[in-house]
């Protein structure tokens, strides 16, 4: 379902509009201008369901979208440098100086799974019609010693994650029936374990991480009773490795 952006926010005493503190003929205060909006919500709203629950506004998502060409930052990079950028925050629709970040990074990943390739076709259509051939260009030419890399580090989670599903691949190819594949509840325990380094969630990250080795643990328990001699013999050397 597509989120609706509120175009008219009610202002309280102590807000102070951005446009009474930054310079309007700043570049981007200028291109904000020059984008036609309308064109882009009836281009993308194709993609949204009827039903559900609210996305992130079009608009945000795509004004949000072509900061990260703009400036090459990763997902993460540009949703924490946002909250700091009153230029970032007035491109991207804002009325008042906000403190808090338009959406989780994570939002990124489900736009580009929504649109699809044809989506993706269109956005870099409306940044080639911003900024010509150099929106093409610099898909290719950008000097990657000096890119921000959206790069992900292996973590205990995500390592016991693996095991789990490597334990489940090698089920189902071996036709082994198990317990249970824990599908479901490892999406959401990944969930829980994110941000583990902030106070305020530190305690559920601990306990989401340790679930997940437990479960790992269990899988690899399961899948070994199973196994026949052959079997054993076959998958040796990955049990030596998991150490369980």
Same mark, same amino acid.
């Given at each position: 379902?597509? #989120?609706?952006?509120?175009?008219?926010?009610?202002?309280?005493?102590?807000?102070?509009?951005?446009?009474?503190?930054? @310079? *309007?003929?700043?570049? *981007?205060?200028?291109?904000?201008? @020059?984008?036609?909006?309308?064109?882009?919500?009836?281009?993308?709203?194709?993609?949204?369901?009827?039903?559900? &629950?609210?996305?992130?506004?079009?608009? &945000?998502?795509?004004?949000?979208?072509?900061?990260?060409?703009?400036? @090459?930052?990763?997902?993460?990079?540009?949703? $924490?440098?946002?909250?700091?950028?009153?230029?970032? =925050?007035?491109?991207?629709?804002?009325?008042?100086? +906000?403190?808090?970040?338009?959406?989780?990074?994570?939002?990124?990943?489900?736009? &580009?799974?929504?649109?699809?390739?044809? #989506?993706?076709?269109?956005?870099?259509?409306? *940044?080639?019609?911003?900024?010509?051939?150099?929106?093409?260009?610099?898909?290719?030419?950008?000097?990657?010693?000096?890119?921000?890399?959206?790069?992900?580090?292996?973590?205990?989670?995500?390592?016991?994650?693996?095991?789990?599903? %490597?334990? @489940?691949?090698?089920?189902?190819?071996? #036709?082994?029936?198990?317990? =249970?594949?824990?599908?479901?509840?490892?999406? =959401?325990?990944?969930?829980?374990?994110?941000?583990?380094?902030?106070?305020?969630?530190?305690?559920?990250?601990?306990?989401?991480?340790?679930?997940?080795?437990?479960?790992?643990?269990? +899988?690899?328990? $399961?899948?070994? &009773?199973?196994?026949?001699?052959?079997? %054993?013999?076959?998958?040796? $050397?990955?049990?030596?490795?998991?150490?369980?």
């Amino acid at each position: 379902m597509i #989120g609706k952006e509120d175009k008219t926010p009610q202002l309280s005493i102590f807000d102070t509009q951005l446009e009474k503190f930054i @310079n *309007l003929d700043h570049e *981007l205060c200028i291109l904000s201008k @020059n984008i036609d909006w309308d064109s882009i919500d009836k281009d993308f709203s194709i993609y949204y369901s009827e039903i559900g &629950r609210p996305s992130v506004p079009i608009r &945000r998502m795509i004004r949000l979208l072509l900061l990260k060409h703009i400036y @090459n930052f990763s997902d993460e990079a540009i949703v $924490d440098r946002w909250i700091e950028n009153p230029y970032w =925050q007035y491109f991207s629709g804002e009325k008042v100086f +906000q403190t808090k970040k338009p959406f989780d990074p994570t939002e990124f990943i489900h736009f &580009r799974n929504r649109i699809g390739k044809e #989506g993706a076709e269109k956005l870099l259509k409306v *940044l080639i019609q911003l900024f010509g051939k150099e929106a093409q260009e610099k898909e290719v030419l950008i000097d990657s010693t000096v890119q921000e890399k959206n790069i992900t580090y292996p973590t205990d989670a995500k390592l016991h994650k693996r095991i789990i599903d %490597k334990v @489940n691949k090698i089920a189902k190819e071996e #036709g082994i029936i198990l317990r =249970q594949t824990y599908t479901r509840t490892l999406k =959401q325990l990944l969930i829980d374990q994110r941000f583990h380094s902030h106070p305020k969630r530190r305690k559920k990250a601990k306990a989401a991480l340790l679930k997940i080795k437990t479960i790992a643990g269990r +899988q690899v328990r $399961d899948i070994e &009773r199973q196994f026949t001699q052959e079997q %054993k013999d076959k998958y040796q $050397d990955l049990f030596i490795i998991l150490n369980y």
